[in-house]
């Protein structure tokens, strides 16, 4: 069976401080990949999804980045951490069109 | 986000009362998906619905969608405390499964 896997779990990090939260997907291949990003009393906000090695796209313009160096592996960084940056991250993947999409557990960020 | 309003944004209902969750979109959708999610943990797929008038059963909890496709509801039967959490209804509105969510509801159920 797939599975997800996101790590950490929990992250506190200073302001101006590099980030890099790492999920990757067993059990499949060339899964669709997101990175969502869960505010305080907002919903799911969309960041980043790639359809295969190395293609990324962004939904939102921020200080964030992603990258997908291998087929099950999806990175997200950051260079310098900003407060508004604070926030639940999620990473999720699917198997094509039509599936619906699989969550991991989630890594809480707090910035300081 | 003004695209697709749930509601209510919150809920409390008594043990064995039934309830139903609404998910309203301005634009036509490709699917519509039916998450929960407990707090500080990941969601938790539920159902997904493609067809206008479809409707999807899972023990207690019935989702639908309108033939117009733009609007979908979840009904509880019998509430119990484990249905508890957050639900998010997730709307792809490409065809392309990148969803769109909505801000959630979240459900207490007290004994």
């Known amino acids: 069976s797939q599975t997800i896997h996101q790590w950490p779990a929990t992250l506190v990090q200073p302001v101006g401080s590099p980030l890099s939260l790492e999920c990757t997907v067993e059990?499949?291949?060339?899964?669709?990949l997101y990175w969502y990003r869960q505010a305080a009393g907002r919903g799911l906000q969309l960041l980043f999804y790639?359809?295969?090695?190395?293609?990324i796209s962004s939904e939102v313009p921020q200080n964030l980045s992603a990258s997908r160096p291998q087929d099950r592996q999806f990175i997200l960084s950051s260079k310098k951490l900003l407060l508004s940056d604070s926030g639940f991250y999620l990473c999720?993947?699917?198997?094509?069109?039509?599936?619906?999409?699989?969550f991991g557990d989630g890594t809480r960020l707090s910035i300081l | 986000s003004q695209e697709l309003e749930q509601s209510p944004q919150s809920l409390i209902v008594q043990e064995g009362k039934n309830l139903t969750i609404n998910c309203t979109s301005s634009?036509?959708?490709?699917?519509l998906y039916w998450y929960k999610q407990k707090y500080g943990e990941g969601l938790i797929f539920l159902m997904m619905?493609?067809?206008?008038?479809e409707e999807k059963s899972h023990e207690k909890i019935t989702a639908k969608l309108d033939e117009k496709k733009q609007q979908s509801s979840l009904h509880i039967t019998a509430s119990q405390p484990s249905h508890a959490g957050i639900y998010l209804c997730?709307?792809?509105?490409?065809?392309?499964?990148?969803?769109?969510f909505g801000t959630g509801t979240r459900l207490t159920v007290i004994p």
């Open positions: 059990g499949t291949s060339n899964p669709n």
């Open positions: 619905l493609q067809k206008g008038g």
């Open positions: 999720a993947w699917h198997q094509g069109a039509g599936q619906p999409q699989h």
């Open positions: 997730g709307a792809d509105r490409t065809g392309a499964n990148n969803l769109f």
């Open positions: 634009k036509t959708l490709y699917g």
């Open positions: 790639s359809v295969g090695i190395g293609q």
